[in-house]
């Protein structure tokens, strides 16, 4: 099983921002395991953090904004190519202003500060989405069409036609994520110069220059026109007397263009939340396409997530038998709600409730028809949590917990009598000042049942004084 990565150590870049036109100080720092990747605003109070997340996408305005309770992060795309080119799992990019700087418009100026800072392997298994069926997608305005299909690793192929003689129809393909270095990284960014006025007039490409993009002269303006879009964007005015690329910029590849697609698609995918197993093809991409899919491919992740089947061993000897768990909690018949517990460590624990006919509850609750009410599924939930806080401290005998709050909760199916209901709790943060917030689930046969967020404090009291308090 391939393993998480995140760098060794930290590298800063000081650029512009090419909408904004803002100067921009970015730093990457390395992160724990599962952290994702993550921008932070320290410009701002509080230093605000915005996950890179497809759901979090609100413009793709020639590149990919994030915007979280009003916090943008602009042109995200080059950056998290770089990220995904190392096979980096997670990075804190830190800004003090919005947008990542452009630099020469590729990923790699990135690319070269992370090979000299290097990358360091994590201790948790990467956790990959495998494409199990083909997911498609079409824009028929912009003529964008997305294909994913079933491949045991990431592969791209792009093809590009924007009807213009200069650049004609052009095609790239990242066979494996190994070729995004030497082939992909260096592409850089490309406008038409006939697109120029109208994004100038848009607010966009404030921090835009022919040393951080390729500019295409497909069509020759006249020069009156020329002068006019020079002094939008405040730059001398020029002449332009035929076709080709300004400034006579040479092309690192003679598909420079649709490679640099293809390193967008690379960034955008990013969003998705996880490396991707499975073959991409795009037709004539743009940002707007890229997070679409993205957002495609992430429900298919919840789709897949849902219908998983989590598999317990029932048969292993228990960690704490009914009578241990007497001498833990104060409950007892018949509200003690869990039989055994038969995993723990020092971040979760799984526990067990069989359910049978003889309960009380179910004297009452839809007589001909029992089942396990919904309160007393959290509170067995609970108690599992309960053990798991008790388990924490060296004299357990003279603590009780005490809920403080559930949120979240959701039941999803019945559960009846002859159920095996398990629980698997696990810490959501930290235990401080003896306060427990946890993530809880229960399963029958491998599925879920009922989760629930559930945030508890241990306080030290001798049990035998508080035998009428009603504790959890």
Do not use: W
Not at 73 to 101: K, M, S
Request: glycine residues 8%.
């Amino acid at each position: 099983m391939a393993k998480q990565k995140t760098l060794k150590n930290s590298f800063s870049v000081i650029g512009v921002g090419l909408h904004t036109g803002s100067k921009v100080k970015m730093t990457v720092y390395p992160a724990e395991a599962n952290h994702g990747f993550k921008f932070k605003r320290i410009d701002i109070e509080g230093t605000p953090i915005v996950d890179a997340d497809c759901d979090l996408v609100v413009d793709t305005s020639r590149g990919t904004t994030l915007e979280k309770n009003g916090v943008r992060i602009y042109t995200t795309e080059h950056i998290l190519a770089a990220l995904v080119g190392f096979e980096i799992d997670n990075a804190l990019i830190e800004l003090d202003a919005a947008e990542i700087p452009i630099m020469d418009g590729s990923s790699y100026p990135f690319v070269q500060f992370i090979q000299e800072t290097g990358t360091v392997e994590q201790e948790a298994d990467k956790e990959y989405f495998t494409i199990t069926n083909n997911l498609t997608y079409e824009d028929l305005e912009r003529k964008t069409e997305m294909l994913a299909v079933p491949q045991d690793e990431f592969r791209l192929t792009v093809m590009v036609d924007y009807n213009s003689p200069l650049l004609g129809t052009q095609h790239a393909h990242m066979y494996k994520i190994g070729e995004f270095i030497p082939e992909i990284s260096k592409c850089r960014t490309f406008v038409f110069l006939r697109e120029l006025e109208f994004l100038a007039k848009n607010g966009l490409i404030k921090g835009g220059d022919i040393d951080n993009a390729i500019v295409l002269v497909d069509k020759v303006l006249p020069q009156e026109k020329l002068d006019e879009i020079a002094d939008l964007l405040g730059k001398p005015h020029i002449k332009i007397e035929e076709a080709g690329i300004l400034n006579n910029v040479t092309l690192h590849f003679q598909n420079e263009p649709a490679r640099h697609k293809l390193l967008d698609i690379v960034g955008d995918l990013a969003l998705v939340g996880k490396p991707i197993k499975g073959h991409i093809l795009a037709a004539r991409p743009g940002h707007k396409g890229n997070v679409d899919f993205a957002k495609i491919i992430k429900q298919e992740i919840k789709n897949q997530q849902k219908n998983q089947l989590v598999h317990f061993d029932l048969t292993q000897e228990p960690i704490y038998t009914i009578t241990d768990i007497e001498k833990l909690l104060p409950h007892r018949y018949p509200f003690l709600l869990v039989d055994k517990v038969i995993e723990m460590n020092e971040n979760s624990i799984v526990g067990i409730k069989n359910i049978t006919l003889n309960e009380p509850q179910f004297t009452g609750h839809f007589p001909g028809n029992p089942v396990m009410p919904g309160v007393l599924q959290i509170e067995a939930m609970a108690q599992v949590g309960g053990i798991f806080a008790l388990g924490t401290v060296p004299d357990p005998e003279n603590y009780l917990t005490y809920f403080m709050k559930i949120d979240r909760v959701k039941f999803k199916k019945k559960v009846i009598p002859g159920d095996t209901l398990v629980f698997k709790l696990e810490l959501l943060t930290p235990i401080r000042r003896g306060i427990i917030h946890m993530d809880g689930k229960g399963y029958v046969n491998g599925q879920l049942v009922v989760e629930a967020e559930l945030m508890a404090q241990i306080i030290k009291e001798k049990k035998e004084e508080v035998k009428e308090a009603t504790v959890h």
